[in-house]
């Protein structure tokens, strides 16, 4: 049993039927050279011998004791496999915008807490014989980079799959009688609270130094640690047609951008890739907004997410942080825009990285998945998004991904879209993941709030192009002066 962090089970107690919290990832496939019979089955024999390589997928929920604390992870027994592997076809022509439609249903649908969080969906019907999965993940069980470990997991580097260990037996287990459930769980919740509040009493001294530093910086009449704290932004974020209470229906758009231009923007201009993903997805924000006459003369703000994760680290939890970052939609300028997202994104990440470190990464309050629940559907059904100031206007996140070939059941991966999570207050997520030479930019939103997603997904690549455009109109840098 592995019980859940304040982080993991947040995602939890924020779901309600309107907001669903699983990630996803569509990815498409070039089947195999010579297979026979259908991808699907093909798939589940393949996937089905991987199982075991990933442990969340045979994990479920349980609940502690009067569920005064978080719930735990258990081993889930046997899987039904029906339930978690799906099959769809997609209606003749197999069009790109029907893949659209189908991921934004599929999306939409809550997954069942009493079996392992996590469900599989294989698409065929395309016309051009290619294959696609719709795969969604509940975000108590992973972040982007968790997500990653379960990719290694499923995938190889050539189309011969690799041979993989096949899973140890289980030993029988007793099952604990009820007495003993209750005695169990009753210490390990009075074990976590009195941890987590020695934790926070241990924090208080670092939590006051870097207010403290902050609000001299704020002040001007210091320069902070060491002259590097740009101080507590003045942000709030301007009201947009994405800041509204959304409904549990999902709309989607997969676009595909070039990762080869954007390190040549990135080279020329002095940014980084990040910063031209925040400048193309404002570039297309700006267009749209324009387009419903809905720009507001502040820039959007974007909230950004950063990975707490170390390197190797594979566990399949949420290390996750993140920031505030204005984007420039008021600026018309593709060149300009971009550039003052360079600096924006540059102060929001130096106060971001001094906040991380004494911001909660766990935490347990008694009751949490009672009271927690109910206040996220107080939330949602008062319509307070509707009406309350907003910090943000948008998810815009940046997922690396393999930049070399790769394979899975033999089958080559040619695209990774991710599927994200819009909120009330936010319903609407850009999140990107690179593949190879490509920027695959997966456009998420509440179907009530962006019914015309298609079009916004075109406004990215016109973004790139137009930015691309103004960076190529740049003089060449001086030549470098030869050595003596």
Sequence with gaps: MKQLGGIDATFLYMETPETPMHVAGLTLYEPPAGLSGSFY????????????????????LARTVLELDHPAWVDAGEIDVSYHLRHATLAAPGSW???EDLVGELHSTLLDRSRPLWQFTVIDGFDDGNVAIYAKIHHAAVDGGAGMAIAAALYDMSPLPRKVKPPEPKPAARKPTIEERAILGI??????????????????PQVLGTLTDLLI????????????????????????????????QRS???????????????????????????????????????????????????????????????DASNQVFGMFCPIATELADPLERLMAIRKSS?????????????????????????????????????GLADVMPSTTNLTISNVPGPPIPVFCAGAKVRAMFPVSIPVHGIALNITVQSYQDRLDFGVTADR????????????????MVELKASVEKLPPPPPKAAKP
């Design 217 to 248: 910086a704020k002040s001007g009449s210091g320069e902070g640690k060491g002259g590097s704290l740009p101080g507590i932004p003045d942000i709030l974020a301007p009201k947009t047609p994405f800041n509204v209470t959304i409904t549990g």
């Design 97 to 99: 915008k029907q893949l």
């Design 252 to 314: 989607f758009a997969a676009r595909a951008l070039s990762l080869g231009d954007a390190k040549t923007i990135a080279k020329a201009t002095g940014t980084k890739i990040n910063d031209v993903v925040m400048a193309v997805s404002a570039g297309a924000l700006r267009a749209y907004l324009e387009d419903h006459a809905a720009l507001p003369k502040k820039p959007l703000v974007a909230f950004v997410p950063i990975s707490l994760r170390q390197p190797g680290d594979m």
């Design 448 to 463: 009530r709030a962006v019914p015309d997603i298609d079009h916004l997904g075109d406004l990215l690549v016109t973004a």
């Design 41 to 60: 089955d093909h798939f589940k024999d393949f996937f089905l011998s991987r199982m075991h390589l990933a442990p969340i997928f045979e994990k479920k």
């Design 346 to 382: 540059g102060d929001s990440k130096t106060l971001a990285g001094t906040v991380k470190d004494v911001s909660p990464k766990d935490y347990t309050l008694l009751g949490a998945p009672i009271l927690f629940p109910g206040l996220a559907q107080l939330y949602g059904r008062t």
């Design 187 to 204: 210490n390990d919740v009075v074990q976590n609270v009195m941890r987590q509040q020695l934790k926070a009493l241990e924090a208080v």
